[in-house]
């Protein structure tokens, strides 16, 4: 509610959005919306999709997928590895001095 009108919000895309990385206890995680919100995370479950964006799995009541940020994306985009017969999504990336393949059905979604 606002005053007296009543506003509704409709996200863009997933209503979770993963915004940075922290590491801690010798584990990575994802924080949500610059939260203290986290989930623990795998590098083999980030997915790209067909309209460029990259994805992370989430709660299955939140739509079981969530958005990572157009600045963390950068950060994981540069660091994907596109093989000669699949130039369209990564299938692998250079994570912590090593080769990791990415799970291609990691992030489940209608597109």
């Known amino acids: 509610m606002c005053g007296v009108e009543r506003n509704y919000v ?3 895309d997933v209503p979770i959005v993963y915004t940075r990385t ?23 479950q980030l997915t790209m999709r067909t309209n460029g964006r990259i994805y ?3 709660a299955e009541k939140y739509g079981g997928i969530g958005l990572i940020a157009s600045d963390l ?24 001095g090593e ?10 979604m209608i597109e």
């Open 73 to 96: 994306a950068i950060r994981f985009g540069a660091l994907f590895i596109f093989n000669d017969e699949n130039r369209e999504y990564p299938t692998h990336i250079r994570w912590n």
């Open 56 to 58: 992370y799995p989430a």
């Open 22 to 44: 922290i590491d801690e206890n010798n584990s990575t995680r994802l924080c949500i919306c610059n939260s203290n919100l986290s989930v623990p995370f795998d590098v083999r």
């Open 99 to 108: 080769v990791v393949a990415l799970d291609p059905n990691s992030c489940q």
């Open 10 to 12: 409709r996200c863009d």
